[in-house]
C-alpha cells in the first residue's frame, strides 16, 4: 500500500489519495482538515519536524525515515515516508510531494523476531542454568563416589582383597564414565549457546602430539596395538588453535581410533600442509570401520551409530563437540571410512607461526627437590565444607599424613572464626556453602590481618570456567574441582605447603 499525499509548508495535507485515506482509516474531507504532525507519534515527531524545517531552511530538498503514526482507531501504524520539496522562483518551498508506505507486516515480523530471539536466548539461559545446576548437584555426590573409591583402591594400610579391588575399580570406571558424559553435554551446552571462551595461539603440533601419545600408551597397551607418531619426527609444525580446546578434539580421535580398532591393529597420527595456510593432521586407525549409512549420522549428539549394544565405553557426544570446536577455531573435520579396513579422521585448522615463547618445559623443572622444602612438625589446613560426605574424605585422604592437622567447619561463619584464632596454614574453602558463599567468605578473610596472607584453595562442584576465573579474580591460589582427584588433591597441598615459610 502505498499513499501519496501533497503537503503544505504549514504541514497541512492539500492533496490525498484514497490509498492514503484508507491507511489512516480517514475519509478525504475530515484527512484534509487535520495536519500531519497531528498524527505523527509523540516520540517520532522531533526527528520529522528537524528534518522538515531542514528543507524551509534550504537545507536540503526532501528527505526519508520511517516513523509512527496513530490510525483512526488509535493503534500504532508504521510507515516509510519519502518527502520531497517543489520550491517557488524565489527558492522558497511551495508544496511537499510525499509517498509513504505502508512497512506494518515488515514492522510485525521484525518485532516477532526480536520476540522470538529474546525467548530464545530466555531458553538458552535456562538451560545453561539447569546444566550449571544439574552438573553441581551430580558432582556433588562424585565427590564422595570417586574419592573414596580411589581411597579405597591407594590405601596401603588396608589392602583390598582381589574381589574387592575389582569391586572398587568398577566403582571408579563407572564414576569416571559419569563425570565424562557431565562436562561432554556441559560442553556442548556452552558451544551451542555461543559461550565458550577460546584462547588462540600458536601451537607446536609436534610437541603436542608427543603429549597425546604419551597420555594414551595406557589404553594402548591395554588392547595391544600399534602407534606410529609421524609428526613427532618431522620439522617443527604450527597450527592456530585453543591449545586446551585442540588437545581435547584430538584426545577424542586418538581414543576412539584406540577403542574402536581390532587386537594388534594400529593407530597412526600425521600431519601434512595444505597449501600456504593450512595444516591436515590424520588419525588413522585399522578398525572396523564405518558404513555409509552411519556416516550420515556421524557427528549427531547422542548417536552411537550401535555401539551401545557393545561393551565399548562412549557417551555419542565427543564427534559432536570435536566438529563444533573445530568450526570455532576455524577448522574442519573430515572422515574416510571403509567397513572392515578401518578409518581416517583429518582435522584441517590454520598454519601457524614459531611461537619460542613458549618453548617445551621440562616437568623436572616445576618439581621442587626434597632438600630444598621447607618442612614442619604439623601444618595446620582448614576445611569449610557443609557436605558431611565431603568432609569424611578429606579426613581420610590426610588422616595418613602426620604432619597435618585439619580443621573442619561446615559454613563459612564458622570457617572464618576458626581461621582467626588457629591461623591455619592452608584453607580449603568450598563455594556452595549455606548462609554466607566461598566467595563472600574470601573476601573477609582477605580483610583480617589473621588470614590476609593464608593462601585458599577453592574446592568446588562449580565446574564452569566463568566460576572459576570469578574465584581465581577473588584471590583463591587454586581452584579444584568435584569430584576430586586424588594426586591432583595432595599436589595442590603439597605445592603450598611444602613451600610456605615456616614461620607464615
Request: hydrophobic share 40%.
Amino acid at each position: 500500500l502505498v499513499g501519496i499525499a501533497i503537503t503544505s509548508p504549514e504541514k497541512g495535507w492539500l492533496e490525498v489519495n484514497d490509498r492514503l485515506c484508507e491507511f489512516f482509516g480517514y475519509p478525504r474531507d475530515e484527512l484534509t482538515r487535520m495536519t500531519w504532525a497531528e498524527l505523527t507519534h509523540p516520540e517520532d515527531l522531533e526527528a520529522d519536524v528537524a528534518e522538515f524545517n531542514k528543507v524551509l531552511e534550504g537545507k536540503s530538498d526532501g528527505y526519508s525515515m520511517e516513523k509512527r503514526f496513530f490510525h483512526r482507531n488509535g493503534e500504532v501504524i508504521f510507515a516509510e515516508i519519502s518527502a520531497r520539496c517543489v520550491r517557488k522562483p524565489d527558492g522558497m518551498v511551495d508544496y511537499f510531494v510525499a509517498l509513504v508506505q505502508d512497512i506494518n507486516d515488515r514492522k510485525k515480523a521484525e518485532q516477532g523476531m526480536i520476540l522470538a530471539k529474546e525467548e530464545a536466548e530466555q531458553a538458552s539461559n535456562a538451560k545453561s542454568e539447569f546444566l550449571s545446576q544439574m552438573s553441581h548437584e551430580l558432582r556433588t555426590p562424585l565427590n564422595a563416589i570417586l574419592g573414596f573409591g580411589q581411597v579405597l583402591k591407594s590405601d596401603p594400610e588396608e589392602p583390598l582383597t582381589e574381589f574387592q579391588g575389582q569391586g572398587v575399580q568398577e566403582i571408579l570406571k563407572a564414576g569416571h564414565h559419569l563425570l565424562e558424559l557431565i562436562n561432554e553435554i556441559l560442553d556442548l551446552s556452552r558451544i551451542e549457546s555461543g559461550k565458550l571462551t577460546l584462547s588462540i595461539e600458536d601451537i607446536n603440533l609436534n610437541q603436542l602430539s608427543r603429549e597425546l601419545m604419551t597420555f594414551c600408551q595406557p589404553m594402548i597397551k591395554k588392547v595391544d596395538l600399534n602407534t606410529v607418531n609421524s609428526i613427532s619426527n618431522e620439522d617443527d609444525i604450527y597450527v592456530k588453535a585453543d591449545r586446551v580446546r585442540l588437545k581435547q578434539v584430538l584426545l577424542n580421535l586418538l581414543t576412539n581410533a584406540i577403542k574402536y580398532n581390532r587386537p594388534g591393529g594400529s593407530v597412526t597420527l600425521a600431519a601434512s600442509l595444505i597449501g600456504n595456510s593450512r595444516v591436515k593432521i590424520d588419525i588413522s586407525d585399522t578398525g572396523i570401520g564405518i558404513s555409509g549409512e552411519n556416516m550420515e549420522n556421524l557427528f549427531q549428539p547422542f548417536n552411537r551409530l550401535g555401539s551401545e549394544k557393545t561393551d565399548i565405553e562412549g557417551t555419542g557426544i565427543g564427534l559432536t563437540i570435536t566438529k563444533k570446536l573445530l568450526e570455532q577455531m576455524d577448522g574442519a573435520v573430515e572422515v574416510e571410512s571403509a567397513i572392515g579396513e578401518g578409518s581416517t579422521f583429518s582435522v584441517l585448522l590454520p598454519l601457524g607461526e614459531p611461537d619460542h615463547s613458549h618453548e617445551e618445559v621440562a616437568m623436572h623443572e616445576h618439581v621442587i627437590e626434597k632438600s630444598k622444602m621447607n618442612t614442619k612438625e604439623q601444618w595446620v589446613v582448614l576445611y569449610v565444607e557443609d557436605n558431611p560426605a565431603n568432609l569424611n574424605l578429606v579426613r581420610h585422604i590426610l588422616r595418613r599424613r602426620k604432619d597435618v592437622k585439619l580443621l573442619t567447619a561446615p559454613d563459612a561463619k564458622l570457617g572464618i572464626e576458626l581461621a582467626r584464632a588457629h591461623r591455619p596454614d592452608l584453607i580449603l574453602l568450598d563455594i556452595n556453602l549455606p548462609g554466607m558463599d566461598g566467595i563472600t567468605a574470601m573476601g573477609h578473610l582477605k580483610e583480617m590481618s589473621e588470614t590476609r596472607g593464608t593462601p585458599v584453595i577453592a574446592v568446588s562442584a562449580n565446574a564452569l570456567p566463568k566460576d572459576i576465573q570469578k574465584a581465581l579474580n577473588a584471590g583463591f591460589v587454586n581452584y579444584l574441582t568435584k569430584p576430586v582427584d586424588l594426586e591432583e588433591f595432595n599436589l595442590a597441598i603439597v605445592q603450598i605447603l611444602e613451600n610456605k615459610p615456616v614461620d607464615g
